[in-house]
T-cell receptor, first 114, second 109 residues
Framework: GAVVSQHPSWVICKSGTSVKIECRSLDFQATTMFWYRQFPKQSLMLMATSNEGSKATYEQGVEKDKFLINHASLTLSTLTVTSAHPEDSSFYIC??????????FGQGTRLTVV | GQNIDQPTEMTATEGAIVQINCTYQTSGFNGLFWYQQHAGEAPTFLSYNVLDGLEEKGRFSSFLSRSKGYSYLLLKELQMKDSASYLCAVIDSNYQLIWGAGTKLIIKP
């Protein structure tokens, strides 16, 4: 079946640094990718939707300058958490779909900012 | 409305097998998650199904039937550390996550 690979699966970084998370579709063209964040003891929250070659559409309350999303190719999208702070520590997960087909999820990235 | 049902609590014996069921009625369907949550901790991702069938990962397996709005999580060779809450969650047509209330699994020696 279709596979979405997310890397890294976990990362620890120092406060003030930036962290990049990659999301790759391995055997299909991801025309649309979604980025989610999970808050402790709460639901996954949709952060943004990106279509290949276009700027991402961010959900209300998500800082686009803080969470940079790049979807430059049909198989790769990246989420960069800029100037990370401890409150950015969370579980980030991506999903991807080809046109109107089902979306497939990556395994997620656990980010810890110290 | 959107609704996800799973049993409130289940009890099983160490070394045995347990199946936790989840039924859903949501506005659209774009996949189903199973999470494990130990008391006081954040949920941990276990599995994701979007196509019908069984996905196996070691001692844990997850099954989905989209036509029946039904999924189950199967845990084999139960260990005491498997005592936790297991949450079923569905991605709806707006790509938002809809959560079930969770099933508390108690493992007895």
């Amino acid at each position: 079946g279709a596979v979405v690979s997310q890397h890294p699966s976990w990362v620890i970084c120092k406060s003030g640094t930036s962290v990049k998370i990659e999301c790759r579709s391995l055997d299909f063209q991801a025309t649309t990718m979604f980025w989610y964040r999970q808050f402790p003891k709460q639901s996954l929250m949709l952060m943004a939707t990106s279509n290949e070659g276009s700027k991402a559409t961010y959900e209300q309350g998500v800082e686009k300058d803080k969470f940079l999303i790049n979807h430059a190719s049909l198989t790769l999208s990246t989420l960069t958490v800029t100037s990370a702070h401890p409150e950015d520590s969370s579980f980030y997960i991506c999903s991807a779909r080809e046109r109107e087909a089902e979306a497939f999820f990556g395994q997620g990235t656990r980010l810890t900012v110290v | 409305g959107q609704n996800i049902d799973q049993p409130t609590e289940m009890t099983a014996t160490e070394g045995a097998i347990v199946q936790i069921n989840c039924t859903y009625q949501t506005s659209g369907f774009n996949g189903l998650f199973w999470y494990q949550q130990h008391a006081g901790e954040a949920p941990t991702f276990l599995s994701y199904n979007v196509l019908d069938g069984l996905e196996e990962k070691g001692r844990f397996s997850s099954f989905l039937s989209r036509s029946k709005g039904y999924s189950y999580l199967l845990l084999k060779e139960l260990q005491m550390k498997d005592s936790a809450s297991y949450l079923c969650a569905v991605i709806d047509s707006n790509y938002q996550l809809i959560w079930g209330a969770g099933t508390k699994l108690i493992i007895k020696p």
